[in-house]
């Protein structure tokens, strides 16, 4: 037994949380923490997630002259659920190859501000994220969601970039 009561080899797992969207980065990012953190994460809580952005509806209305029924509204969230079920099916595919048990999350709201809080509410160890490699101008008027989740997380925060 250790000083803190604990048998060694019965530490808490860690916690690792890869944020997963549409954009090819994030799986490469995934791909890129499997291959290089492959022995700490067969031993980790791997939690793949995903955020459904709350969508501007403005343009449902504009386009049935401000009539759009809660039908149409209900089938655009839930066309918006089956894609993120179908990238983190996809991403969970990617984890199996590579003989990783991991589990699957998806929420709605601001990707910025959702990843950051899940992370903090579940307690992860590692967020991991990839980065689009938008330019300085860009990143400067519309933000990132990696330089945004390095700055906010209450977490170590890996972004991953694809070099050119």
């Known amino acids: 037994m250790e000083g803190g009561g604990r048998n060694i080899g019965e530490e808490k797992k860690k916690k690792v949380m890869v944020a997963i969207d549409e954009n090819e980065c994030s799986f490469y990012a995934l791909k890129w923490a499997l291959e290089n953190l492959y022995?700490?994460?067969?031993?980790?809580e791997v939690v793949l997630f995903t955020v459904q952005p709350i969508s501007?509806?403005?343009y449902i209305y504009a386009s049935s002259f401000g009539v759009a029924s809660p039908q149409l509204m209900a089938s655009v969230q839930q066309n918006q659920k089956k894609v993120a079920n179908a990238l983190l099916k996809k991403a969970k595919d990617f984890c199996t190859q590579y003989e990783i048990v991991a589990e699957t999350m998806t929420q709605m709201g601001d990707p910025k501000d959702t990843i950051c809080e899940v992370a903090e509410k579940l307690h992860v160890d590692l967020l991991v994220l990839g980065s689009n490699n938008k330019g300085a101008l860009h990143r400067a008027f519309l933000g990132s969601v990696s330089n945004y989740c390095v700055h906010s997380a209450k977490c170590p925060v890996l972004v991953v970039r694809k070099m050119p």
């Open 56 to 58: 501007d509806y403005g």
């Open 39 to 44: 022995e700490s994460l067969q031993y980790s």
